[in-house]
């Protein structure tokens, strides 16, 4: 039997639909796929709309895409020491929150990891074995976020630190979208890229956006299904079976811990965070993700954070259930 979890802060006229025509739109972005189911109100004129999102969402690239050598981060990356760097107002925004979640995670989210990124081979390079233990020390010497000073609109860069913005990027661009297209037109939505997924008003017969919170493939969530209704709320999932890299019989995850910059290996199969805003929730899934079951269910506590985490102890998988998330559960 499915458990559902609801929005918190409902009233009658939030389930007031305004759109009847069911559209969807689709393109490529951030290396995978951005997705559109939306209802549109009777005589909206959609042509141009999806044109407007892939522009909206090709200018996020040229700003924070690691694989775009001409990209804004790409140039900080590359700059002398000494150097700063202008802030477009979605990249400023997008470091605010990056560094904010630094911040109170002790750096389990960590926006400077770029160079480890690039080491395990989770950046544009790849890379086919693990690297040496001398290079990760060396990597990590370059990294931290609080290596990174801020004026205003401007960063800049101390040395050879890199920043990486994959564990936040894809979640602004999910909320960039649904603003977008709340200014369209098209209030009634549901937006995903690559699996982060953010529901803004509800279906002509007043039900809202249910998305089920994802078990890594072959698996099931030990508790039974869990849906979200997505009005007004954002979902993320990170898990080890997203990106690895498999040696000799061993696979790495994606999820590098920056406080030993290594793979995480806490026992999480995944985490899922259902917070307002994407960006957010895409941030909080990394930061607990690292922070591993324990610390990371504690931090999750401690900053009412409704969060599902699924445990491998080795004897069969188990779940831990935020309050914040209980609590919406019906």
């Known amino acids: 039997m499915s458990r559902v979890a609801v929005p918190l802060d409902l009233s009658p006229h939030a389930f007031r639909a305004r759109g009847e025509r ?21 005589g909206l004129d959609l042509t141009s709309i999806p044109t407007q999102i892939q522009r909206l969402l090709n200018g996020l690239i040229a700003q924070m895409s690691n694989w775009e050598p001409d990209s804004r981060i790409s140039q900080f990356n590359r700059a002398a020491a000494g150097g700063w760097l202008d802030l477009a107002p979605g990249f400023q925004h997008v470091m605010d929150r990056a560094l904010h979640w630094a911040e109170l995670s002790g750096g389990a989210f960590d926006p ?48 050879g630190l890199h920043l990486d913005l994959s564990g936040i990027a894809k979640g602004f661009g999910v909320d960039e979208i649904s603003r977008a297209l709340s200014h369209l037109g098209l209030a009634d939505h549901l937006v ?14 007043g039900h809202p956006w249910l998305v089920d919170i994802a078990a890594p493939p072959g698996t099931s969530l030990p508790g039974g299904p869990i849906r979200v209704a997505l009005h007004g709320l954002s ?52 930061a607990i993700g690292v922070l591993g079951p324990e610390e990371g269910r504690a931090f999750a506590v401690q900053h009412d954070v409704a969060a599902y985490l699924l445990v491998d102890k080795g004897d069969g998988l188990s779940e831990i259930v935020t309050p914040a998330l209980e609590a919406m559960l019906a």
């Open 192 to 205: 995903e890229i690559g699996g982060e997924l953010r529901g803004s008003g509800v279906k002509p017969d």
């Open 112 to 159: 400077t990891t770029g160079r480890l990124v690039d080491l395990w081979g989770f950046g544009p390079a790849g890379a086919a074995r693990p690297p040496s233990h001398t290079d990760v020390e060396a990597a990590r010497a370059d990294c931290g976020w609080d290596r990174l000073a801020r004026d205003g609109a401007r960063i800049f860069q101390p040395g």
């Open 235 to 286: 979902l993320a999932t990170s898990g080890d079976y997203h990106r690895f890299l498999d040696h000799e019989g061993r696979r790495y995850s994606h999820t590098l811990d920056p406080r030993t910059g290594r793979p995480a290996a806490n026992g999480l199969r995944s985490v899922s965070v259902v917070a307002r805003d994407c960006i957010d929730a895409d941030a909080l899934c990394t």
């Open 22 to 42: 069911p559209v969807g739109f689709s393109g490529p972005t951030m290396g995978v796929t951005w997705n559109v189911k939306a209802f549109a109100p009777a």
